[in-house]
């Protein structure tokens, strides 16, 4: 099973980017999905997370300005990123936590892609 994120870019401040985070393999089922990010120097924080069915949380900090949405039949988890800050410059990844084929709880995480808000 592989998490491919996708979709972040150069961006001024005050614009908006989304993000995808595809999962692709075998997999028995999805739970709950995550967006985090880590900016330089600073330890990886989460962004907010997603359900199976839907319920949304989020750091204070996006609280407002971020949107995330999952589409079940596609595996595809999304982060609408608008409003965008200097500080929202980070490496983005997503996590994914689910069952395997054996129904084995995992936890996936992607490669991360890259978000710059800059003027």
């Known amino acids: 099973v592989q998490l491919q994120a996708s979709g972040g870019g150069l961006v001024q401040p005050g614009g908006s980017l989304r993000l995808s985070c595809i999962t692709s393999?075998?997999?028995?089922?999805?739970?709950?999905m995550y967006w985090y990010r880590q900016a330089p120097g600073k330890q990886r924080e989460l962004v907010g997370s997603?359900?199976?069915?839907?319920?949304?949380n989020y750091a204070d900090s996006v609280k407002g300005r971020f949107t995330i949405s999952r589409d079940n039949a596609k595996n595809t988890m999304y982060l609408l990123m608008n409003s965008l800050k200097l500080e929202d410059t980070a490496v983005y990844y997503c996590?994914?936590?689910?069952?395997?084929?054996?129904?084995?709880?995992?936890?996936?995480w992607g490669q991360g892609t890259q978000v710059t808000v800059s003027s």
């Open positions: 997603i359900s199976s069915d839907g319920s949304t």
């Open positions: 393999g075998r997999i028995f089922r999805l739970n709950a």
């Open positions: 996590r994914a936590d689910g069952r395997d084929v054996l129904l084995s709880a995992r936890t996936y």
